[in-house]
């Protein structure tokens, strides 16, 4: 197609509106841990997800958790004695596979500085199925010790202009008391304060922030040092959630903190599912779900706190997002989980610099391997690979240019400044929910109540300006196509799988509803699509 200036293409009748829309889905994937990436499976899915949806970064947990042996204080024996060391040695031969491997196919790190290597920790309570340490360390020389040595071996390793370009944030959700942090807010802080001034002090364009808190809450048991379960008790017992006053966790006070010490803030990174765990006057812990355009008033939020604050120029990076926060939740294999996120980033597209997907694979171990082929977990694709309905979401949105041409409360028209290529994703986010978001669910089978909402969407759009003769393919994923779970569960919902019911769910997985539209002889191509509830459908040239 001939390079039409962008004023040429209308829509509805309205010249495009050229502004930027920036990927914000596709800058940074989730990944659960360092060592999951030594894994072939974990590598083979990785590569597709950056070829096939275009990931510029990947983030996980434990770069410094013991499975790596990056901290040695002691040589390791085996069925000998372990020899105390007289100093702490640092080795990165498996972080070098790691790394090598990210850099070779496209991608850069969003490194995470944590968790606690078991010999430098104060404490040894561990979190998840492969043991985390996550207290702060026995000693912050040494901590300081760790950071440098791991940054220092990297610019030699890979070039300074190189390690410049890679996001460097401290920890991961500190404000959850003894989950991920066994210390004070401060303690964090103070942690934060001293990784800084070692990444600084090795080069001063090195990348760095914080606080990587966890969620939105509408109370105050984040105000002290430590989580005050007290005052979650009204929040619990909420008639109405979505009426209440949420506000980010810890990042007022960090950016405060920071400033009196004038301490630098690069960016700052935070986790915003749509949800939350309030404890009630029993101590009993009642799950909360709020409203589908939560994500979307909560960055509007964020974005105004960073501009009121000491660091307006900071970035946003939103690294861990999802539906919910649980690897155990079946509408992660969903098609409804598939229009949710696309309505969302299409919504938050112009509020952050990345909003990072937990996560793009079911290799993904804290609560150790899944039960069976579709057990909730976070990825886009499940363990053996299989696409779920969000990879094609993912995919359609990676379709879409940098221009955007119009916007719908349904959908967006854009085109790519590069190619002059016309595309657009629409979907059915039905209007029988009336703004309720998808929610959690135990059981696929819960889920499936959700196929009763509706009615179908007509999407009816006139673009202008093409050249006569375009070819569009249109794709669209709905109940009956691509619905991959729901095959799943007509088998009988199996825990294993044979080869043959793999290759089979593999097909059903990839088997969207496909045609071609054409522009007409005037270079117009008149839209009318009927999307089923749930649908989500891309538009764009063929190749």
Known sequence: MANLPLSVISVDGQPGEDVPLVHVWSECAGAGRANEALRADWQRQFTEAVDVLGFKYVRFHGLFHDDMFVYRESYGGGFGPNTPLEAPVHTFSYVDKVFDFILDSGTRPFVELGFMPSEL???????????????????????????TTTVEHWIGRYGLDEVRQW?????????????????????????????????KGIDAGLRVGGPSSSVFVPDDRYKGEVEDRSKEHATAAAADVDALDWRPVWIEEFLTWCAERQVPVDFVSTHTYPTD?????????VPLSRYIDATRD?????????????YPDAEVHITEWSTSPSSRDRMHDTVFAAASITRSYLQCAALAESISYWTFTDVFEEGGAGLGPFHGGFGLVNEQG???????????????????????????????????AVSAVFFNYPDDMGGKSIGSSDSYEATRHLREQGPNRRVRHSIAGLEPGTAFLVEVLDWEHGNVAEAWYQLGSPVNLSREATRHLGAVADALLRYTLTASDTGVLELDLDLPPWAVASVRQSD
């Open 386 to 420: 299989i696409h779920k309905p969000t990879f094609h979401a993912f995919r359609m949105l990676g379709h879409l240019g940098d221009r955007l041409l119009a916007s719908m409360p349904h959908g967006a028209v854009t085109r790519d400044s590069r190619t002059s």
């Open 277 to 285: 765990y309030a404890f009630d006057s029993n101590g009993v812990g």
């Open 167 to 199: 996001p460097f944030e401290v920890w991961n959700e500190p404000n959850l008391v003894p989950h991920f942090w066994t210390g004070t807010r401060t303690e964090y802080f103070e942690l934060y304060k001293a990784t800084v001034k070692a990444l």
């Open 121 to 147: 920790a104060t404490q040894t309570g561990t979190v998840f199925w492969w043991g985390a340490h996550c207290s702060p360390p026995k000693d912050m020389a040494r901590w300081v010790e760790l950071v």
């Open 298 to 310: 909560d960055l509007t939020l964020l974005r105004k706190l960073i501009a009121e604050s000491a």
